[in-house]
């Protein structure tokens, strides 16, 4: 296979440059990123699909990954919860070297090829569940050998990656292969690459909630209800969805109920 991600730079003597210029030259690299992401939307929407398929028969969605590309992974899982009211445990993350160590760089983790899939078996997965494998390389053991471990234990897996015909996107059910290019600072995937899966994974879990019934028209009607400013944006939300105009009165409502969804729910709305 091609390694694209380890690729030189296209830029040289980047000490060299003012900030003017790497800040010009980082952008222009970025706005490739999008493009990338579109051409791979076909791929995207049939992992969307098989994901889906598992949660809405009340499956669990697993991220796994090591490095730049797992740590996001788990920025997107733990917000969920709070977003869009679902229940802690429904999308969860097998980070490499466990996400109690999330702030520090274990990368000699990934090269364990027993540890994957033994913290997928601690976790009780099952053919109920979809894994879905993080790897900019393609390559990564801890990734590759828990992907091939799924398959043999009839669980469906899909991947992301930024090198195309890669072993993890073999092993993968649903491969989904984001070709960035080389990046800006040679071999740094936790730019474009880490960029390009940000973005992914925001498409994977808000398409799969709003898909799932988390989202009425374009509102977080199911957001918990954790602090000031939500409160605040809940109770309007709810004063323009139930044609309320005393705000005190439609934060009582709310606070009672519990959600917007629920309050709207008692109010027959």
């Not at 699909?49 to 969605?61: A, F, M, T, W």
């Not at 799924?150 to 984001?178: H, K, L």
Request: glycine share 8%; with cysteine.
């Amino acid at each position: 296979m091609t390694k694209i991600t380890e690729q030189p730079s296209l830029y040289r003597h980047l000490e060299k440059m003012s900030v003017a210029e790497l800040t010009a030259n980082i952008n222009k690299e970025d706005k490739k990123v999008a493009l990338a992401i579109e051409a791979a939307l076909p791929q995207i929407n049939r992992l969307i699909e098989g994901i889906l398929s598992k949660l809405e028969q009340g499956g669990r969605l697993f991220y796994l990954g090591a490095g730049s590309g797992g740590r996001l992974s788990v920025l997107d899982a733990i917000e969920l919860p709070t977003t869009y009211g679902i229940p802690k445990g429904l999308v969860n993350v097998i980070l490499a070297g466990g996400i109690q160590h999330l702030i520090e760089a274990r990368e000699e983790e990934e090269d364990d090829r027993e540890a994957g899939w033994k913290a997928l078996q601690d976790q009780h997965v099952s053919a109920a569940d979809f894994v879905l494998g993080i790897s900019a390389s393609g390559t990564t053991p801890f990734v590759l050998a828990a992907l091939q471990a799924c398959r043999e234990n009839g669980i469906r897996t899909g991947c992301i990656v930024s090198n195309p015909e890669s072993p993890i996107a073999e092993a993968a059910d649903f491969p989904v292969e984001i070709i960035t290019g080389p990046e800006f600072v040679s071999g740094s995937t936790r730019m474009k690459c880490g960029t390009a899966q940000k973005m992914v994974f925001d498409m994977i879990s808000t398409t799969c909630m709003i898909r799932m019934g988390r989202v009425e028209d374009n509102k977080m009607v199911n957001v918990q209800l954790i602090n000031d400013k939500i409160i605040d944006r809940a109770v309007k939300m709810l004063m323009e969805r139930a044609g309320l105009t005393d705000y005190d009165k439609a934060k009582a409502i709310l606070t009672k109920n519990g959600s917007v969804k629920k309050a709207l729910d008692a109010l027959g709305k």
